[in-house]
């Protein structure tokens, strides 16, 4: 680390995850207790981003079955709004910190990736009270200590630009020399109730599936699919896609009402692995 200017502190611990370390790890230890260890290597996943309780079994259910490889680049949506429109906005040295420690920020794959276009930019301030990052950093810490982290926040929701992005990531990870997986953070269809959202979704990850990430962008669009994180879910699966991927397979797919006992307005969640 290059000094506590670069250390982004915890936003959400305490509200989206216990605060108290040892009670969050048992929570990921518990979260993962089920999962098969597959160790599976892939370019792209996609994991939830809510509060662990709702979210975390679902999480788990991808990164339960992953080989976490030295890089991690975490795409997520802006959901404060903070930062530069059109842009995504990376962190760009330092660490994020949360209640387990802190995880180091890739610096040389986040530079080169920043000179590679004009769609990434240091953008601190659209990371500091941002939540989509974050809640997936106890499981890397529990399952790959070591492992560095690329965060970018996408401020938009078009095609055009996720397919820029997307084949920037794919010319830099190719000739990377460690291995890297992008993960796509981001929720499914927010505030209905469990059935229509599980139709709705059912479109969404059709897409997903078959790595079509403008398909996804225009459905989302079109059926008024509320999923928070459709513009870097399309990114990583178009990169993915670039990379020689041919396929995505839905590990998980649950709601918050198998939680709350509500199933009249729930947040639904969705694991994906590509292949």
């Known amino acids: 680390m290059s000094g506590n200017e670069d250390v982004r502190p915890p936003a959400v611990a305490g509200q ?6 040892l009670e ?13 260890g597959e160790a599976r290597s892939v370019p792209a996943a996609m994991v939830p981003h809510a509060g662990l309780v709702y979210s975390g079994a679902c999480a788990a259910q ?15 949506p802006n959901h404060t709004g903070a930062g530069v429109p059109g842009r995504a906005a990376i962190w760009g040295s330092g660490a994020f910190e949360t209640p387990l420690g802190g995880v180091p920020i890739a610096e040389e794959f986040a530079r080169r990736l920043e000179s590679s276009g004009d769609l990434v930019r240091e953008h601190r301030a659209a990371h500091r009270e941002e939540h989509a990052v974050e809640v997936e950093l106890p499981f890397l810490q529990v ?29 830099l ?28 979704d ?25 999923m928070c994180g459709r513009a870097p879910a399309a990114t990583v699966v178009e990169a993915a896609r670039l990379l020689g991927a041919t396929s995505g397979t839905v590990v998980d797919y649950r709601h918050s009402g198998l939680v709350s006992g509500d199933d009249r307005r729930v947040v639904a969640y969705a694991g994906l692995l590509t292949a």
Request: glycine content about 6%.
């Open 173 to 200: 990870i190719a000739v990377w020399p460690d291995r890297v997986l992008l993960l796509a953070s981001s929720d499914m269809t927010h505030y209905e109730p469990a059935d229509a959202a599980a139709r709705k």
């Open 24 to 36: 969050l790890s048992d929570m990921i230890r518990g979260f993962l207790r089920d999962v098969p």
């Open 143 to 171: 399952l790959g200590p070591g492992t560095r982290i690329g965060p970018l926040l996408l401020a938009w929701d078009d095609w055009p630009r996720s397919s820029r992005l997307a084949r920037d990531l794919a010319t």
């Open 62 to 76: 991808v990164f339960g079955r992953l080989a976490l490889p030295p890089v991690i680049v975490i795409l997520a």
């Open 202 to 226: 059912r479109v969404a990850l059709a897409h997903l599936a078959h790595l079509d990430g403008e398909g996804l962008l225009h459905a989302c669009h079109e059926q008024h699919i509320t």
């Open 16 to 21: 989206f995850y216990p605060a108290d370390p």
